[in-house]
């Protein structure tokens, strides 16, 4: 499901509400979409696509990658 207002989630290690996660990213939350569980596969910004995985070592943690909306390409 595609939601284009902003649903807290929270890992084992931090909540993410929308302005921690602006200013992890440094841009604008546009959407996210929730597969299933409460936590994003992926948050669309104004100039990224941001990939949250898992990460499960000792705790519940997420990597956060981002990818540029529109690459130039020459």
Same mark, same amino acid.
């Given at each position: 499901?595609?939601? *284009? /207002?902003?649903? +807290?989630?929270?890992? @084992?290690? /931090?909540?993410?509400?929308?302005? %921690?996660?602006?200013?992890? %990213? @440094? +841009?604008?939350?546009?959407?996210?979409?929730? /597969?299933? +569980?409460?936590?994003?596969?992926?948050?669309?910004?104004?100039?990224? %696509? *941001? !990939?949250?995985?898992?990460?499960?070592?000792?705790?519940? +943690?997420?990597? !956060?990658?981002?990818?540029?909306?529109?690459? %130039?390409?020459?």
């Amino acid at each position: 499901m595609i939601l *284009c /207002e902003w649903k +807290d989630f929270s890992t @084992d290690t /931090e909540t993410y509400t929308q302005n %921690v996660f602006e200013k992890l %990213v @440094d +841009d604008e939350f546009q959407a996210m979409m929730i /597969e299933g +569980d409460s936590i994003p596969s992926y948050i669309w910004t104004n100039n990224f %696509v *941001c !990939i949250i995985k898992r990460n499960a070592r000792m705790y519940n +943690d997420i990597s !956060i990658t981002k990818i540029h909306r529109n690459p %130039v390409c020459e």
